[in-house]
């Protein structure tokens, strides 16, 4: 089992929908929770994090997070075409020398058509 | 503006030579990290570094090797020996290595022939 799976995609959503993109982890004792989004050609950039079980809204973005069943998702309301991208979840593993890694899926693909 | 910088954005070389890769952050964090990321693939952690002088290899650090002698600094080397260099290098800083929300440069792709 991947310590981080993302389906692939492409997701494909109509300008103005709401863009659902979700996450699972294998390690249940990871704590922190990240969404990046990729443009093509160029290099993540953070847009959420999350630390504890609900929801957490930061304008057109909501994360939500569900520790017992090993998962995150975020929510893009009222995508627009440039929200077309690839979006990552990362996830911290407690790794035995201590060291807290961050772990990468493989993203998720979005298109947003107008 | 404060961020971190990679040069030089794009890198061609030829098989069996060393090339290294700048990454400088004026962001004052203490942690430094390099990942690679390749097509199809998540980012793979090269190498990391929690504090200046001080480095650890990551999931993928054979062929590879850096050197923190300065907190703004981290330049990661491509040897020879790396079978399959060709990729996009990314560094990543963050304020230490217990705050996990990690920044990214823009990256360098390398192109081995």
């Known amino acids: 089992q991947k310590e981080v799976e993302q389906n692939s995609g492409p997701l494909s959503v109509p300008e103005g929908a709401i863009a659902s993109l979700n996450c699972t982890y294998s390690d249940r004792g990871s704590q922190s929770f990240f969404w990046y989004r990729q443009y093509s050609g160029k290099s993540p950039e953070l847009i959420m994090s999350?630390?504890?079980?609900g929801d957490k809204e930061d304008g057109r973005f909501t994360a939500q997070l569900n520790k017992a069943s090993q998962y995150v998702s975020l929510l893009i309301r009222d995508s627009q075409p440039s929200d077309s991208a690839t979006y990552l979840c990362a996830v911290i593993l407690n790794m035995n020398t201590g060291f807290q890694k961050l772990v990468f899926g493989t993203g998720t693909r979005l298109l947003v058509s107008p | 503006d404060g961020g971190i910088t990679q040069s030089p954005k794009y890198l061609f070389r030829k098989e069996g030579q060393n090339v290294t890769l700048s990454c400088e952050q004026n962001?004052?964090?203490?942690?430094m990290y390099w990942y690679r990321q390749d097509p199809g693939q998540g980012l793979r952690l090269i190498y990391y570094?929690?504090?200046?002088?001080?480095?650890q290899k990551g999931d993928i650090a054979e062929g590879y090797s850096v050197s923190r002698e300065k907190k703004e600094s981290f330049p990661l080397t491509v040897t020879s020996a790396q079978k399959n260099p060709t990729a996009f290098y990314l560094c990543?800083?963050?304020?230490?290595?217990?705050?996990?929300?990690?920044?990214f440069g823009p990256g360098t792709r390398l192109t081995v022939t």
């Open positions: 990543a800083s963050s304020i230490g290595q217990d705050y996990y929300e990690q920044y």
């Open positions: 999350i630390y504890s079980n």
């Open positions: 962001l004052n964090h203490d942690a």
């Open positions: 570094s929690q504090i200046v002088n001080d480095f």
